[in-house]
T-cell receptor
Framework: EPEVTQTPSHQVTQMGQEVILRCVPI?????FYWYRQILGQKVEFLVSFYNNEISEKSEIFDDQFSVERPDGSNFTLKIRSTKLEDSAMYFC??????????FGDGTRLSIL | DAKTTQPTSMDCAEGRAANLPCNHS???????VYWYRQIHSQGPQYIIHGLKNNETNEMASLIITEDRKSSTLILPHATLRDTAVYYCIVRDYGSGNTGKLIFGQGTTLQVKP
């Protein structure tokens, strides 16, 4: 069964450094999402992406965040200057439209 | 904020049916009821969804009341591997809506031997 894959599984970064989280969505999907989950808290929506542009973003998704689909397969989340509070699990999801979103297993981001 | 209310936790004996309730009294006509689960800190896993009819798949059954204000997820024969946090989410497919999922705290289901 096709699945969403995310790399790396764990990323450790110094505060203030840039980090890029990578996702390979399911191949025929057109809608892409990023969510995050701070340890012990709820899963929170960050951003949705369709037709090569952001469809919706949350208040969390400020100017430090950006997303890109650099080629036909990858979908990336960049944090420009990381802060301690960016430490969380980051989940990528994709869907084929008005269909269920399927999630990857996430990247654990640890900011030191 | 999440538009659903779920019990914080539930227990179920292995091999028995697990019935997880969800209230969504403010659901509108365009909104589907979705169920996901999250095992440890893995990514949320899609289980089932429905609009107004009852649904069944290989994982579970979804019973939606006639007024659509509540639903129940049924795992017919719970196993230890079904221990997880279960999320009930209403999702709008209306025009211009991106279909983002808004997660609440969910129900922690503990399946016991």
């Amino acid at each position: 069964e096709p699945e969403v894959t995310q790399t790396p599984s764990h990323q450790v970064t110094q505060m203030g450094q840039e980090v890029i989280l990578r996702c390979v969505p399911i191949s025929n999907h057109l809608y892409f999402y990023w969510y995050r989950q701070i340890l012990g808290q709820k899963v929170e929506f960050l951003v949705s992406f369709y037709n090569n542009e952001i469809s919706e973003k949350s208040e969390i998704f400020d100017d430090q965040f950006s997303v890109e689909r650099p080629d036909g397969s990858n979908f990336t989340l960049k944090i420009r200057s990381t802060k301690l509070e960016d430490s969380a699990m980051y989940f990528c999801a994709s869907s084929g439209g008005p269909q269920p979103q399927h999630f990857g297993d996430g990247t654990r981001l640890s900011i030191l | 904020d999440a538009k659903t209310t779920q019990p914080t936790s539930m227990d179920c004996a292995e091999g028995r049916a697990a019935n997880l309730p969800c209230n969504h009294s403010t659901i509108s006509g365009n909104e589907y009821v979705y169920w996901y689960r999250q095992i440890h800190s893995q990514g949320p896993q899609y289980i089932i969804h429905g609009l107004k009819n009852n649904e069944t798949n290989e994982m579970a059954s979804l019973i939606i009341t006639e007024d659509r204000k509540s639903s129940t997820l049924i795992l017919p024969h719970a196993t230890l591997r079904d221990t997880a946090v279960y999320y009930c989410i209403v999702r709008d497919y209306g025009s211009g809506n991106t279909g983002k999922l808004i997660f609440g705290q969910g129900t922690t289901l503990q399946v016991k031997p």
